[in-house]
Every structure is written in structure tokens, then in C-alpha cells.
């Protein structure tokens, strides 16, 4: 363990040889995060990383931190699978859950820019293969793309999906919508008119994954590769499910909360846009900085900056922009996603102008905690969002 611990950081440090950046430098601000708090506001600041991770039955941990619109530094903790031993590295696929939602959101995005549809067009007017079934909810304003991508659509199922052990039958997206087997939830409907209230709603994104790929007439998988993920270089990504045989070595396995191995390597999703995302926080990073270069105008290998900003932008109900969820700390606005699958817990969130941010990946139930603790030490020893020193290190 030891062995494989010193390697991967050893890899780590590799990544950013001739980039400019000190590996000095990098050791020194992993060590501040890695480290007991000082000063110790109490809490989880008393334990060093490691510790926590044990504290909280979490066998593995990724992160990746952006700086000044690079990426810093990338490292893995732990183990992908306590049965087989097999340590974290940062090429480790973790599967995103939620944050698969504004990845696909990017997508929709495209094909608005593209002149496919429009983001406040009618979504019954995008879909050939089903239709929200009529309403009254929507007899004066109908259901639209904007709407689906922000949770304000009017949808009231509340999903977070479970997704499927790997030998059992999936059901369609069309059987999915409408509650039917072998779908293992509910049927997805309204219960409010749109844009009258904020409700979390796989749902409603699972119906926008429909009317995408209605309209590009392409399998989802193959449409965010084409659109999103090889654009941005995100190599070790896929929405493929279940994960292809040639993947399943670099992927982590899910664990409960006792950090035990679950009865399954990994649930399946169908639910492609809403939960389906296997990647890395390398990989996520990749997509953090492509928007935060978008929104100044020094890319668009995705989306112009005129249709990056709706992804940050909310709609004026909840907390959501068009994939992203929208968060003021300090005097600092941020863009973000927090993602939670059987199995897996992850958190990523970047600030929308200065360049920074950071993605953690778990393979524990219990990981949420520990993801919510990297950040706050990633915010202090870097100094975000202040004119304060960071922490020395």
C-alpha cells in the first residue's frame, strides 16, 4: 500500500513537469491539504486526510484542482477496490452521477447553437418517439429545453435514479418516462405549471436525453463524445452503459457506507444524462476550464460565449442555470454540481471568473462528507475568494 501510495503521487508530480509549474510547489500545497488544519477550527481539522478516509469508511478518493484556468495538480488516494487491492490513480473512472447533468446539458446546448431546436421551444415539438402527455399545468406555457435543464420544468418525481445491477434487463427511456417495467421508478410527470417553483428532477432531464437524441438521431453515448467529450479531451470519459468490457479495469467499484464492497461491482443508468457519466476529476477539470474559458471569449471548442453563459446564468427560479447549479460564497459566484450514485459520491464546483476550482470523486456512501471536507481545505490553502493570504505552506 505504501508502495503504490508514493507511486501515485510520484505520477502526480510527473503530470506537471515542463508545464512551468514547480512540483515544489505542488507537494507542498497537496501536503496543506493532506495535513491536520491549522489553525484547528475544530470538526474534521484535527485528522489528516488519510484519517478522515478511514474515519468515514471511504476506500478511495480522486481530485483534481484547477488554477489559473490550468490544471494544477491531479492525485488519487486509496483503493478502487478494497477486494482486489487495486489503488486509485488519476486515470481511476469514478462514475459522476448528477454531475453527468450539465455535461449533457453542454450537448443540448450544442445543438441550440447548431439551429437544431430552440432552449424555449416547445419540448413536444422536439420529441418524435414520446410526448409529455397533455396538462393543464401546461395549457398556457408548455415544457421547454430551458425548463427541463433547470428543474423548474414542472416535474414532480424528485428522481435520483437507483440504477440497475449489472444482469438484470434495462428499460427504455420511453418505459422509464411512462413507469413502466422493467423501469424501477415512477412514471415522470408534471405537477405545476413550469417555471412556478424549483424541484430536483432526474426526469425532466431524462425527457431533454429523449428529445436530443430524437433530433440528432444519434445513440446518446456516441453524440457526447462527438459534441462534448472529444472536443474538451476528455479521454477517460464515457456515457457508454453498462461500461464497455475494455473499461471495466479502470473503473472504480462502489462501496456502502461501511466501506465495504457492494453485491455489485457498479449499478447500471440508462438514465444517461441524469446519472450515466463514467470519468475522472482530471476529466471534469478539462470541462471546468473549457467553461470558464468560454464565458471570457478564449474558446469555444464546445459553445460560443453567448451560449456559454446560460449555463451559469439562472433562469430566475431556483438555483439552476441551464445544467449548473448557481452558488454565491464570499464575494465569489460559482458554478457546480454535486453527484450521488449507489455507491458513489462526488462534488466539483469552480468560481465563474478567477480561474480556479476543484473536482473530488468517491467510491463510498459515505464519501459526501469527505468530498465537502477537500473542498473547504482546497478553498483555505489556496486563499479563494479573498484578499487574505492562503494558508503559508
Known amino acids: 500500500m505504501r508502495v503504490g501510495r508514493f507511486f501515485m503521487f510520484q505520477s502526480v508530480l510527473l503530470l506537471f513537469f515542463g508545464r512551468g509549474i514547480s512540483a515544489q510547489d505542488v507537494a507542498q500545497i497537496v501536503k496543506v491539504i493532506e495535513d491536520r488544519q491549522v489553525p484547528n477550527r475544530q470538526g474534521l481539522d484535527p485528522y489528516t486526510l488519510r484519517e478522515i478516509m478511514d474515519r468515514l469508511h471511504v476506500p ?5 484542482i484547477v488554477k489559473d484556468f490550468k490544471l494544477h495538480w491531479a492525485k488519487g488516494w486509496g483503493l478502487a477496490d478494497v477486494e482486489t487491492g487495486v489503488p486509485v490513480d488519476t486515470e481511476t473512472m469514478f462514475q459522476a452521477a448528477s454531475m453527468s447533468k450539465p455535461v449533457a446539458a453542454m450537448a443540448s446546448l450544442k445543438a441550440v447553437q447548431e439551429g437544431k431546436f430552440g432552449l424555449d421551444q416547445d419540448v413536444n415539438t422536439i420529441l418524435k418517439s414520446w410526448k409529455v402527455p397533455a396538462s393543464p399545468f401546461t395549457k398556457d406555457n408548455p415544457v421547454t429545453p430551458r425548463e427541463l435543464m433547470s428543474h423548474t420544468s414542472g416535474t414532480g418525481d424528485g428522481f435520483g435514479f437507483p440504477g440497475y445491477p449489472p444482469s438484470v434487463p434495462l ?29 430536483y428532477s432526474g426526469g425532466g432531464v431524462t425527457i431533454q436525453q429523449l428529445a ?10 456516441q453524440l457526447m463524445r462527438d459534441s462534448v467529450l472529444d472536443p474538451i479531451g476528455m479521454t477517460n470519459s464515457t456515457f457508454e452503459q453498462p461500461l ?52 471570457l471569449g478564449r474558446s469555444n471548442r464546445v459553445l460560443s460565449q453567448t451560449m456559454m453563459q446560460e449555463m451559469v446564468t439562472p433562469v430566475g427560479v431556483g438555483p439552476f442555470a441551464v445544467g449548473f ?24 464546483v469552480a468560481h465563474r471568473v478567477k480561474g480556479y476550482g476543484v473536482v473530488i470523486m468517491t467510491n463510498g456512501d459515505s464519501g459526501g462528507m469527505l468530498a465537502r471536507e477537500v473542498r473547504e481545505r482546497a478553498a483555505r490553502a489556496y486563499g479563494w475568494d479573498t484578499l487574505d493570504k492562503p494558508i503559508p505552506r
Not at 181 to 190: E, Y
Not at 264 to 293: C, F, N, S
Request: hydrophobic share 40%.
Open 171 to 199: 428499460p427504455t427511456l420511453t418505459q422509464i418516462l411512462d413507469g413502466l417495467p422493467p423501469s424501477n421508478v415512477g412514471k415522470v410527470r408534471l405537477e405545476r405549471p413550469p417555471l412556478t417553483g424549483f424541484k
Open 244 to 295: 464497455p468490457p475494455e473499461r471495466e479495469k479502470q473503473a472504480a467499484r462502489a462501496h456502502d457506507a461501511s466501506g465495504r464492497a457492494k453485491d455489485a461491482r457498479w449499478h447500471v443508468y440508462p438514465e444517461m444524462a441524469a446519472a450515466g457519466l463514467w470519468t475522472t476529476p482530471t476529466d471534469l477539470a478539462k470541462l471546468v476550464i473549457e467553461v470558464q474559458m468560454a464565458l
Open 325 to 348: 447549479m448557481i452558488e454565491k460564497q464570499g464575494e465569489g459566484w460559482y458554478f457546480g454540481h454535486g453527484g450521488s450514485n449507489w455507491g458513489f459520491q462526488s462534488d466539483m
Open 60 to 64: 478511495g478518493l480522486s481530485v483534481a
Open 212 to 221: 436530443l437524441t430524437d433530433v440528432v438521431g444519434k445513440p446518446f453515448p
